[in-house]
C-alpha cells in the first residue's frame, strides 16, 4: 500500500499502540517498598490497559516488559522479573484467550530458562488462532538485536542462494523482523518522566508519534491513556509530506 492511501485512509484512532512501561521501581521506594512490589502493582496496570485496548478497537498492543539492557540490573531483581513473568504467563494466558487476544512474545528467547522458553511457546500457540487484540510483550527485546538477527537471516539467505544483495530493501529488512506481520506502531508512550526510547523498536518507530507523560506506570490507567489518543488525535502526520500536502490529500 502506497504512503498516500494510508494517509487519505488512515484512522483517527491509533491501530498499533507501544509503550515502555517505566517507574515501576521508583513508585515501590516511594513507598518505602522493595522495588519487587513496584513490578507486581505494575501487572495490575497491565491488565487494565489490556482490557481497555481490547474494548477499544485497538489492533496492536505492545508492551516493553524487559530489555536486553536490563539483564545488568541487581541479579536478585533479575530473578525476581523472570519468576513473575514465569507466574504472569501461567495466571492470564487462559483469561488471554477467554477474550481473543492473540499473544505474541518478540525478543531474544534463548537467554530464558527452557521451561520459560517453553511457557511463552505454549502461550502463544494457545492464543494464535485469535482474532482480537495482538498483545506483544518485548521480553530480553533490543531494537539493535532485531536489525542485527534481520541482517544476519538476509545474510544467510545471500549465501545460500535465495538472495541477491541487490534484493536488500527497506521492505525486506522489515520481512525479517521481528514485527513483520503487524503494522507498525502509530503511537509511543513511556511513563515514567524519561523521554528516551531505550532501544525499543528502533527501525518501526520511524514515523511513529511519541507522548511522555510523568505518571509512574503502576499508576497509569484509562485516564492517562486517554490523553495519549486525545493528544496522537490532534496531531498531523505528514510522512515527509508538507502539510499543504496533506490537506489536498484528504480532499
Not at 538477527?149 to 549465501?159: D, E, G, K, M, T
Request: hydrophobic residues 40%.
Amino acid at each position: 500500500m502506497s504512503v498516500d492511501s494510508v494517509l487519505i485512509t488512515e484512522n483517527p484512532n491509533p491501530r498499533h499502540i507501544a509503550i515502555i512501561m517505566d517507574g515501576n521501581g521508583r513508585w515501590a521506594q516511594k513507598r518505602l517498598m522493595p522495588r519487587v512490589l513496584g513490578h507486581h502493582a505494575g501487572v495490575k496496570a497491565v491488565r487494565k490497559i489490556v482490557e481497555y485496548c481490547a474494548k477499544s478497537g485497538v489492533e496492536v498492543l505492545s508492551l516493553f516488559a524487559f530489555s536486553s539492557e536490563n539483564w545488568r540490573r541487581p541479579q536478585d531483581e533479575v530473578n525476581l522479573l523472570m519468576d513473575l513473568f514465569m507466574a504472569t504467563l501461567q495466571s492470564e494466558v487462559d483469561k488471554l484467550d477467554d477474550n481473543n487476544i492473540r499473544l505474541k512474545i518478540i525478543g531474544d528467547k534463548s537467554a530464558f530458562s527452557e521451561k520459560l522458553q517453553a511457557k511463552i511457546l505454549a502461550a502463544e500457540a494457545q492464543t494464535a488462532n485469535n482474532a482480537g487484540l495482538t498483545l506483544v510483550i518485548a521480553a530480553n527485546y533490543g531494537g539493535r538485536w532485531d536489525i542485527t538477527q534481520a541482517l544476519q537471516r538476509i545474510s544467510l539467505a545471500i549465501q545460500q542462494g535465495e538472495l541477491a544483495p541487490q534484493d536488500i530493501s527497506e521492505q525486506l529488512i522489515n520481512q525479517y523482523l521481528v514485527t513483520a506481520d503487524l503494522p507498525e506502531p502509530d503511537l509511543f508512550i513511556r511513563s515514567g518522566g524519561e523521554e528516551r526510547i531505550s532501544n525499543f523498536l528502533l527501525w518501526q518507530l520511524a514515523y511513529t508519534e511519541f507522548y511522555f507523560t510523568d505518571v509512574l506506570w503502576p499508576e497509569f490507567d484509562q485516564d492517562v491513556l486517554e490523553q495519549a489518543i486525545i493528544s496522537f488525535k490532534t496531531r498531523q502526520r505528514r510522512f515527509g509530506h508538507t502539510g499543504e500536502q496533506m490537506n489536498q490529500l484528504k480532499r
